[in-house]
């Protein structure tokens, strides 16, 4: 068989001060005692209530939210989290156009 992985970019402009939240899916299929996910609302809750003054403090604050909400349960999967903040403009070229291809592996 034939496997087929979808490879897009987007380039997005980051301002100091601005953090970028990288996250595998383990952390929002989260659940608690109830079998309840962490989800994308209860994530983006816990981004808006994060210290934004440094990105370790985000990180740490986003990690007390989900281990609160998980409780005594037992982790489930594997999480992935990391919290970047940019510190200064870079003059640069501009990247190119976004690009979406279909990559095939035989």
Do not use: H, K, M
């Not at 370790?56 to 604050?61: F, G, H, I, T």
């Not at 281990?67 to 992935?80: K, P, V, Y």
């Amino acid at each position: 068989e034939t496997a087929a992985a979808i490879a897009a970019y987007r380039a997005i402009a980051l301002q100091p001060g601005d953090q970028l939240y990288i996250i595998s899916d383990g952390l929002v299929e989260e659940r608690n005692a109830r079998r309840e996910l962490f989800g994308y609302e209860r994530l983006c809750a816990a981004i808006q209530a994060a210290d934004p003054s440094e990105p370790e403090r985000a990180l740490d604050d986003l990690w007390r939210a989900v281990s609160a909400f998980r409780g005594a349960t037992d982790q489930d999967d594997d999480i992935t989290l990391v919290v970047i903040q940019a510190t200064q403009v870079i003059d640069q070229p501009p990247l190119p156009a976004p690009v979406e291809r279909d990559q095939r592996r035989g």
